[in-house]
């Protein structure tokens, strides 16, 4: 079913950046289809344009991956991405398209059936790779062409809302983005205030709450203490923390004595980041109830005056420029930037009333939540392509009208 594959040119590297338009295996894992994007250029006599151009139609796979999940990862080319050339570790091939669709194959290619076999038949070296004959021998069901078309465009549809929703969540994010620079700033002013907005040095109206220093070989899955450690707040996806609804290790009770419990409004601080944009990342409690919480290692907890900074708004510290800037400036350090006490309380920064933070604060939650609602949507719909790949690629499902024509 396959009438011919090769694999792609070898070019060295400081040739890139000029002549004909080259995608490479690297490209594979961020693209579905070779569909009219730029990539990197290299020059290519006429000979090697005719024998490593794509055309419509052909597949083309990555012999190599830097990830094992990536071996034999598979794209397809479109009529718009005929003519891009393509690179040293990836391979074409063509379809006798009579018998196997090339939209069918690249999904089949994603089915976890040929996703286990990439897997099985993994060569690992330096990096891991996969030589043609694995990868050809790869099993496929084969159903009439007329079928093939019609479970590659179910699936296309799919993916197609999946893209819109990628492209409605990414615009959210940019509004979100605008707004806090706005509403965080005093450019933008809601409705009701007009006032001036105070300047204040945040180290005059905070205390600092007793930490601990345990490392994650001394935590317990369960207990009456939770523990958050410096590492959930870098791997939170959220501002607010919830410790009575969050899975969270726990520290024994034995060891929790004499350190501060934390309540509703409490900020905690990771103290130290791989890189500049985690420095003052933060997160603030909400719903503690009856939990007890405490903060641990590489973590400064702070209780902020609530006449000064309201419940909510607090999240946002570390999004308010003159804020952000002023820890990453005094972050120091070689493999890691690091942030402190002093360096927190000398921050001076210009604040609204507690009743505008709180507006604020509203606003950006309600963005939050959309935001949400939309990518849980997006979720719901991957598991949902998910299920029809199992379904339609294996015929445990089939769909009547394109074998039946009624």
């Known amino acids: 079913m396959v009438k011919h594959h090769n694999s792609g040119v070898y070019k060295k590297a400081d040739l890139y950046g000029r002549g004909c338009n080259i995608v490479g295996v690297a490209d594979l894992y961020s693209v579905d289809a070779v569909d009219g994007q730029r990539f990197a250029e290299v020059p290519l006599s006429p000979s090697e344009q005719r024998q490593y151009s794509l055309e419509s139609g052909d597949l083309l796979y990555g012999e190599s991956s830097l990830v094992r999940d990536g071996i ?212 603030e409690l909400q719903h503690v109830g009856e939990t007890e919480v405490v903060s641990g290692m590489h973590t400064i907890a702070v209780r902020f005056d609530k006449q000064l900074l309201a419940d909510g708004f607090k999240a946002h510290l570390q999004f308010i420029p003159p804020f952000r800037d002023h820890l990453r400036r005094l972050a120091a350090g070689t493999k890691v930037y690091a942030t402190n006490r002093a360096y927190i309380a000398s921050a001076e920064l210009r604040l609204p009333t507690t009743d505008e933070q709180t507006i604020i604060a509203t606003v950006l939650s309600d963005m939050d939540a959309e935001i949400a609602a939309l990518e849980a949507r997006r979720a719901k719909t991957r598991d949902m392509k998910q299920a029809m790949m199992q379904e339609l690629l294996t015929g445990r499902v089939r769909l009547l009208k394109a074998i039946t024509g009624k």
């Open 72 to 283: 034999g990862r598979t794209v397809y080319v479109t009529d718009r991405g005929a003519g891009t050339a393509f690179a040293w570790h990836t391979r074409r091939y063509a379809l006798d398209q009579r018998q196997l669709l090339a939209p069918y194959t690249y999904y089949y290619l994603q089915s976890h059936r040929a996703r286990k076999h990439m897997m099985e038949h993994a060569i690992q070296t330096a990096i891991t790779g996969i030589n043609t004959a694995a990868y050809f021998a790869c099993q496929i069901f084969v159903p009439p062409p007329e079928e093939q078309h019609a479970i590659a465009t179910a699936l296309g549809d799919v993916d197609a809302l999946l893209g819109a929703l990628d492209k409605l969540i990414a615009k959210k994010h940019e509004l979100k983005h605008a707004a806090m620079q706005q509403l965080l700033t005093g450019r933008t002013r809601l409705s009701g205030f007009t006032g001036e907005w105070q300047q204040r040095r945040l180290g005059n109206h905070l205390i600092f709450l007793k930490h601990g220093s345990h490392s994650r070989a001394e935590l317990i899955p369960t207990g009456s203490v939770k523990y958050l450690h410096y590492g959930d707040i870098h791997g939170s996806a959220g501002l607010m923390l919830d410790p009575s609804a969050t899975a969270m290790p726990c520290l024994p009770a034995s060891k929790a004595v004499g350190l501060d419990r934390l309540t509703d409004g409490d900020v905690v601080f990771a103290d130290a980041s791989e890189d500049l944009n985690g420095v003052g990342k933060s997160v």
